[in-house]
């Protein structure tokens, strides 16, 4: 059997090797994570309750976070001189934020919570 295999050492070292061999080994062990954590919920709901509360405070933390920087950052800047490409740059990326922001409110708006293409490829930069 395979698994046999795997438990000599220097079998394992050489699979380990090979990149696809690995990626493969890594996938095999996310989807079993994963099935894991799918069981575990069915089980035990008070674990997506539990999840729900981190992933609120992960949310609201994250845009605390972001405002305390700026409010930190930005009175800094008084005297600041900044060329063109500076401040095209940081525009640039306030429309990131805002199309960020304008789309976790929709989402908290109307329940869509999944990415379309177009916002994937601003939120990457690649507007």
């Known amino acids: ?6 438990r000599r050492p220097a079998v394992a070292r050489k699979t380990m090797r090979d990149d696809t061999a690995r990626m493969l ?11 894991t954590r799918d069981r575990i919920r069915e089980r ?12 609120h405070l992960d949310l609201v ?3 605390h976070s972001f405002v305390a920087t700026l ?6 800047l008084r005297g600041q001189q900044f060329t063109d490409d500076e401040r095209e740059t940081v525009r640039r990326q306030i429309g990131r ?3 960020a922001a304008d789309w976790l409110e929709g989402a908290l708006d109307n329940g869509e919570f999944t990415l379309d293409e177009q ?3 601003l939120l990457k930069g690649e507007e």
Do not use: K, W, Y
């Not at 059997?1 to 795997?6: A, P, Q, R, V």
């Not at 996938?27 to 994570?33: E, H, I, P, T, V």
């Open 71 to 76: 409010g930190r950052l930005v009175p800094q």
């Open 44 to 55: 035990t709901p008070a674990v997506r309750a539990i999840e729900h509360t981190i992933e």
């Open 1 to 6: 059997m395979t698994t046999d295999l795997l």
């Open 97 to 99: 934020v805002r199309a």
């Open 61 to 63: 933390g994250s845009c």
């Open 119 to 121: 916002l994937v490829q």
């Open 25 to 35: 080994v890594n996938r095999a062990q996310f989807d079993n994570s994963h099935e």
